[in-house]
């Protein structure tokens, strides 16, 4: 503790006093202001390393509980209570860790209004991180409702050529969602007279037709924001309109807010409800992993591959949840992780192209080994992680997540299976087209290769995919206990309704 | 014989008549260069009504044998008018100036009207309603045809004046039915007459029906509320900007009141009455809010959905679990609603021209850039308009949804969420607007239209942080207490 604060608190607001620091300075001064929310950022990223080093990795409670009561409306209490578990710490590091790569790839992309941009970003983190930690309902939807408009400016303001129809889109599919979630947060309160999900998990009084109904207004807000097939239509073009910065926040933990939605709400408050629907689930989340794959592989546009690429991946994270057993659930949390690495890294590569030649056309490019060999390499590397190669972090997750899911269902694994072979198909046509063959065109035979801030942008992803990849225990020993707490809660209910 | 009790009830209401009057004489003698008083004194006006009124409080005086009670009900919905008071007047001297109306009595006027929506907030007697509504409505046509000879806005009166008579109408035949229901125009006696099974019910239904028709005019709920955005775009926007809050609030501080007070025994009826205008009216105004151009129709469809969202929680008025929830929720929304309203129309005045154009969507393009301050407090507008967290229209309609939900209208609750995924794409193109399409807009920020709009915006989001405090004043501000 550093006088006494709570470190969640501390994490959570801590990008704001950047937002202070950047308000009080002139729009003009372009590098202070960048340097200003990287070193809050980073200093973010530091204090969330201080977090985890608080954290019990024995426990799977909540800890470093915050509750400080908000106020009181029709008798039931509105608290501000953050709390992190084995669930959510990942995915805090995760959104600190990218947060500041984000930031510092933008240095030479974004050269307008970047004081607005950068505020912008921080305000995103502070929400994202407020989703992960926040225990309260109506706090929880604060912060998922809050995330929407830093990153509707980002991609509207920064955004590609159809940047006004992709921020549209991105919201009103969202609000559509949360919406619903609310009319669910609402009755779910008052029907138990709380909106603490610590309390709510501990006492759950809820019948089954009660369950699929909570399902259902939940679990459709989380699944745009996964997003799930067939839900999925804002994605491509959010992803690719946005500006790159925007696309690997937006890949690597704004869709994570989905996922993560279903392992805090539906899973533990909504439980015999989630194992009537887990086939059904499983069905969606199989056709997602071979629609995105196939969708994916036609793409002429580099970013919108990728994008497509998202689909597929999230759809082993919703496979792995609705296994509902050990291995499905802790593969689909890793996963998580690896998909917010490897898509960030693909988002930056791609950016890398773009803001060399300011094209994302596949066929604008080939060749490309040659003339930026080092970029070649890690592209390498990072596609056949997303590709899931053993060795590397996208294997771990998948193969948990596979083996989870045979042990649920064969059938479906085995046909989600098939999306293992199709990512290879889409990412070795990614590869080849940007990377391999001849130099066809004259402009790619100067390109420069990474410079030192490019590269100090990918490396660190790099690290981790290769940690992840060789000894991914310390990611699991993390989440274990939480896991079994919550498939504690599923067998219980199992049981009940045996 | 009147007590002294009785001109306590009615103090604030005869402040400002006494005070409009003496305004009205002095500016009959006052030299031009003098015009700038005006402003002052009706500010001067208001304070000193607003000192009056913060005396009473808290006593609850019934005064005329309980025809006018000033109950905390009154007092919340008393405060609430006064601010809206002077936020118009200070709005207006700058526009005023600018299109060129140079009439003293507008700030009478303006007076006039509000001591009808003080009246009207502790009416509890139908002859009571009727004469506040006259009270109000009366000043509001003259301002909306202040801008005479403009064309525009001498339709806007002759519009607002036949459709409010036409209510009025509604509301007088109501009362006669009533009457011949219960023999009495007193709330307590003609629900003693109900509660004593007295009371015809027929001719009280049919009074209910024409009341609740009349007032729907006023609170332009769907489908009685298509002079709304004609009147809104006619008259003068600092006008609008008042009558946009205050009419409205007025109205249903008169519904409420009366529903609750003497047709609470009837809501086998009313209720489903009720859903269904909620209903159609989340639904029409929010849809018909996707199709506007012109933005002064955009805030007048963006006030009908707001009535819409506030009648859906009132729906469940006879359960007496949620009954102090309808009331204060409506309460806290018409809060939130006004400061958004009043902020969001101090950008528009700031955008007109003196010929009333400028009033398109194209004319916000670029504002971000040209005119920061007041294109964030737009936004903050909007986005309290579509209830986005962080702003005080969330927590409204958060609080409007919750009582809509735990009175069993689920549907209803829902079908209101999904509404508002309308507003927020209508919001969002405002917002779009302004930030993402290049333009050079004209646009005359005074000094104080400025510091209302940034003065409301900071309200809205400085208040969603502290939401307590105002859902215990709302819930305190109790009908008959």
């Known amino acids: ?498 | 014989m009147m007590t002294w009790t009785d001109l306590l009830t009615i103090l604030p209401t005869v402040c400002l008549i006494v005070w409009a009057m003496l305004m009205l004489l002095a500016g009959l003698w006052m030299p031009k260069r003098a015009e700038v008083i005006h402003p002052f004194a009706a500010i001067l006006g208001l304070a000193g009504t607003g000192a009056a009124l913060s005396l009473l409080a808290g006593k609850g005086l019934q005064g005329f044998g309980g025809m006018v009670r000033l109950d905390s009900y009154a007092v919340f919905l008393d405060a609430l008018f006064l601010v809206s008071g002077v936020l118009a007047v200070v709005l207006s001297p700058a526009y005023l100036k600018r299109v060129g109306i140079d009439q003293y009595e507008y700030y009478p006027l303006i007076l006039l009207s509000l001591s009808g929506m003080l009246l009207m907030a502790s009416a509890s007697d139908l002859i009571m309603v009727f004469l506040s509504l006259e009270l109000l409505s009366l000043p509001l046509y003259v301002l909306a045809g202040i801008a005479r000879p403009k064309l525009e806005s001498e339709e806007a009166s002759l519009k607002y004046f036949l459709l409010g008579t036409l209510a009025s109408g509604f509301v007088l035949f109501g009362i006669s039915f009533v009457f011949a229901a219960t023999a009495t125009t007193g709330f307590a006696a003609a629900a003693a007459a109900v509660q004593a099974g007295t009371a015809h019910m027929a001719l009280l239904l049919a009074g209910a029906a024409l009341l609740i028709i009349g007032l729907g005019f006023k609170i332009a709920v769907v489908p009685f509320h298509f002079w709304a955005p004609d009147v809104y775009q006619g008259a003068p926007s600092t006008v609008t900007a008042f009558m946009a809050v205050g009419a409205k609030a007025a109205g249903f501080a008169a519904l409420l009141r009366l529903v609750l007070m003497v047709f609470a025994g009837e809501a086998g009826v009313i209720v489903p009455v009720f859903a269904v205008l909620a209903a159609l009216t989340m639904f029409g105004g929010n849809l018909m809010v996707l199709v506007q151009n012109n933005l002064k129709r955009l805030l007048a469809y963006m006030g009908i959905a707001s009535a819409g969202y506030m009648l859906m929680a009132f729906v469940p008025f006879a359960n007496p679990a949620v009954q102090a929830d309808s009331l204060a929720s409506a309460l806290f929304y018409l809060l939130s609603f006004a400061l958004a309203s009043f902020g969001a129309w101090a950008v528009l005045v700031s955008l007109e021209q003196a010929d009333g154009s400028g009033m398109e969507m194209v004319n916000l393009s670029g504002l971000g850039r040209r005119a920061p301050l007041l294109a964030a407090a737009l936004t903050v507008f909007m986005l309290s308009f579509t209830g986005i967290p962080l702003t005080l229209g969330f927590w409204g309609k958060f609080y409007l949804f919750r009582t809509a939900i735990a009175g069993g209208y689920t549907w209803l609750a829902v079908l209101g969420l999904l509404t508002s995924v309308l507003a927020a794409f209508a919001a969002f193109r405002v917002i779009q607007q302004m930030y993402f399409k290049p333009g050079e807009p004209n646009v005359h920020p005074s000094y104080w239209t400025t510091v209302v709009a940034v003065f409301c915006a900071l309200c809205v989001l400085v208040l969603s942080f502290l939401p307590g405090e105002l859902f215990t004043l709302a819930v305190k501000a109790l009908i008959g207490a």
């Open chain 1, 1 to 498: 503790m550093i006088f006494g604060m709570n470190p969640l608190l501390v994490v959570t607001l801590f990008p704001l006093l950047g937002v202070l620091v950047l308000l009080v300075l002139r729009p003009q001064w372009k590098n202070a202001l960048r340097w200003t929310a990287l070193a809050t950022s980073l200093l973010t990223f530091g204090l969330s390393l201080w977090m985890l080093g608080l954290f019990n990795s024995a426990d799977g409670g909540i800890q470093m509980d915050l509750n400080l009561p908000w106020f009181y409306l029709g008798g039931t209490s509105i608290a501000f209570h953050l709390g992190v578990d084995g669930l959510s710490i990942l995915l805090v590091l995760l959104t600190t860790f990218l947060t500041p790569i984000a930031i510092l790839s933008t240095w030479k992309s974004v050269e307008e209004k970047v004081r607005g941009f950068m505020i912008f970003f921080l305000l995103l983190e502070t929400g994202m991180l407020g989703v992960f930690l926040a225990l309260d309902m109506a706090v929880f939807y604060i912060f998922w409702e809050f995330t929407l408009i830093p990153m509707y400016f980002l991609i509207g303001l920064w955004g590609g050529e159809r940047r006004l129809y992709a921020a549209v889109k991105f919201v009103l599919y969202t609000l559509t969602g949360s919406l619903l979630m609310l009319a669910g947060i609402l009755w779910l309160g008052l029907h138990a007279g709380t909106f603490d999900l610590t309390a709510l998990t501990a006492n759950n009084t809820l019948s089954l037709t009660q369950q699929l109904w909570l399902f259902g207004a939940f679990g459709i807000a989380f699944a745009i924001k996964v997003p799930m097939w067939p839900l999925h239509s804002w994605l491509p073009d959010a992803h690719t309109e946005a500006p790159t910065a925007g696309s690997v926040i937006l890949a690597g933990v704004l869709l994570k807010m989905g996922a993560y939605g279903f392992l805090r709400f539906n899973l533990p408050l909504f439980p015999q409800a989630s194992i009537k629907l887990a086939v059904w689930m499983g069905i969606l989340a199989v056709i997602g992993i071979l629609y995105g794959a196939l969708v994916a592989y036609r793409q002429k546009d580099a970013k919108r591959l990728v994008a497509y690429s998202s689909v597929s991946h999230l759809g082993f994270v919703m496979l792995g949840l609705f296994a509902l057993n050990t291995q499905g659930i802790s593969g689909a949390v890793l996963q998580m992780v690896n998909h917010g690495l490897s898509t960030g890294a693909l988002f930056l590569i791609v950016g890398f192209l773009y803001e060399r030649r300011h094209t994302r056309e596949l066929n604008a490019f080939g060749g490309l080994w040659k003339v930026m060999p080092v970029l070649g390499g890690i592209a390498l590397v990072v596609t056949l992680s997303s590709m899931g190669l053993p060795g590397l972090n996208g294997f771990v997750g998948e193969f948990s997540i596979l083996l989870g899911a045979f042990g649920a269902n064969p059938w479906i694994a085995g046909a989600a299976a098939l999306g293992v072979i199709l990512a290879a198909v889409y990412l070795l046509h990614f590869f080849q087209k940007l990377f391999l063959g001849p130099v066809t065109q004259e402009a790619n035979l100067t390109l420069k290769d990474l410079s030192a801030r490019e590269l100090a942008v990918i490396v660190p992803l790099l690290a981790v995919i290769f940690w992840i990849g060789l000894y991914p225990k310390p990611f699991f020993t993390l989440m274990a206990p939480a896991v079994d707490k919550l498939l504690a809660v599923l067998q219980a209910a199992s049981a009940a309704m045996h």
